[in-house]
């Protein structure tokens, strides 16, 4: 089979065959950039990929991203929580439809929260007591460094309500036990842990499917809690955001830090002027 025959560009031999294919090389490159402007600009560097919401997840929430996440599946309508109404979209082949256009400003809510909690200091703990999720909140707490942590396997019941006995009341006198805010990517099974935040005044985020009540958490995000790649989403998108918070509370302690150094300066040097007078 010859070379012509498989569709490979032929040996170029002589200097016209070279200039020729010279020729066709910029006529082509010419064409491409001139139907560039009539096209699409997105390409795979500048999309969002679903398989990147691990590792690389967007630093703001698109409808895009959680369409392409599978945010907007829900539960079967048979088993619509009636309080979950204003988040459906409607109903398609009995599933009930999420809309994203309620997901994606509570989103961003609850990003502002994180940002806020991290910025003054506090802990952050992200629950998702899947297998799928325990990856998800391992990398959500690492963003976050020492102000995150997470419970991938089980929330062991008293945490909070039952401190003194699960930590000891050394630990409960000198350290801080009771986190400032706590994310759940599956909050139907974590019931009991929501309940102890309630009574311990600890707010809460929590991902809402349509067979849930969205009342049970202070910041509800209405999405699909059994899918991998939204928890995956959702929790990078609100790591991200408490990793804004982390790094504006270092700019801050910086800034007192040096401050401080400055006014130590100009009383030493105050006090090296006036030892000069006497």
Same mark, same amino acid.
């Given at each position: 089979?010859?070379?012509?025959?498989?569709?490979?560009?032929? +040996?170029?031999?002589?200097?016209?065959?070279?200039s020729?294919?010279?020729?066709?090389?910029?006529?082509?490159?010419?064409?491409?950039?001139?139907?560039?402007?009539?096209?699409?600009t997105?390409?795979?560097?500048?999309?969002?990929?679903?398989?990147?919401?691990?590792?690389r997840?967007?630093?703001?929430? /698109?409808?895009?991203?959680? %369409?392409?996440?599978?945010?907007?599946?829900?539960?079967?309508?048979k088993?619509?929580?009636?309080?979950?109404?204003?988040?459906?979209?409607?109903?398609?082949?009995?599933?009930t439809?999420?809309?994203l256009?309620?997901?994606?400003?509570?989103?961003?809510?609850?990003?502002?929260?994180?940002?806020?909690v991290?910025?003054?200091?506090?802990?952050?703990?992200?629950?998702? /007591?899947?297998?799928?999720?325990r990856?998800?909140?391992?990398?959500?707490?690492?963003?976050?460094?020492?102000?995150?942590?997470?419970?991938?396997?089980r929330?062991?019941?008293?945490?909070?309500?039952?401190?003194l006995?699960?930590?000891?009341?050394? /630990?409960?006198?000198?350290?801080?036990? @009771?986190?400032?805010?706590?994310?759940?990517?599956n +909050?139907?099974?974590?019931?009991h842990?929501?309940?102890?935040?309630?009574?311990?005044?600890?707010?809460?985020i929590?991902?809402?499917?349509?067979?849930?009540?969205p009342? @049970?958490?202070?910041?509800? @995000?209405?999405?699909?809690?059994?899918?991998?790649r939204?928890?995956?989403? @959702?929790?990078?998108? %609100?790591?991200?955001?408490?990793?804004?918070?982390?790094?504006?509370?270092?700019?801050?302690?910086?800034?007192?830090?040096?401050?401080?150094e400055?006014?130590?300066?100009?009383?030493?040097?105050?006090?090296?002027?006036?030892?000069?007078?006497?």
């Amino acid at each position: 089979m010859s070379t012509a025959e498989v569709g490979e560009q032929p +040996p170029l031999q002589t200097p016209q065959d070279w200039s020729e294919f010279q020729m066709r090389r910029f006529e082509q490159k010419t064409l491409v950039e001139y139907m560039s402007q009539f096209g699409s600009t997105q390409t795979r560097d500048n999309t969002w990929q679903p398989h990147h919401a691990l590792h690389r997840p967007p630093k703001d929430a /698109t409808l895009s991203a959680l %369409l392409a996440s599978g945010a907007h599946m829900g539960h079967s309508q048979k088993l619509m929580n009636p309080n979950f109404m204003p988040y459906a979209y409607g109903v398609r082949a009995g599933i009930t439809i999420i809309d994203l256009d309620h997901t994606l400003p509570l989103l961003r809510r609850a990003a502002k929260v994180v940002r806020s909690v991290a910025a003054r200091g506090g802990s952050i703990v992200f629950v998702g /007591t899947r297998p799928d999720l325990r990856a998800a909140v391992r990398k959500a707490a690492e963003r976050l460094g020492p102000q995150g942590f997470h419970v991938g396997e089980r929330w062991l019941p008293g945490t909070l309500t039952n401190k003194l006995q699960v930590f000891g009341e050394d /630990t409960v006198r000198n350290e801080q036990v @009771i986190p400032d805010l706590v994310v759940f990517l599956n +909050p139907i099974p974590n019931l009991h842990a929501i309940r102890e935040c309630a009574i311990d005044h600890v707010p809460t985020i929590g991902v809402i499917d349509s067979n849930a009540d969205p009342r @049970i958490v202070m910041y509800p @995000i209405p999405a699909n809690d059994e899918s991998t790649r939204t928890g995956q989403l @959702i929790a990078g998108v %609100l790591s991200l955001a408490g990793r804004e918070g982390v790094a504006i509370r270092q700019q801050e302690l910086d800034l007192q830090e040096k401050q401080s150094e400055e006014r130590w300066r100009q009383k030493a040097a105050e006090r090296a002027s006036r030892d000069r007078r006497l």
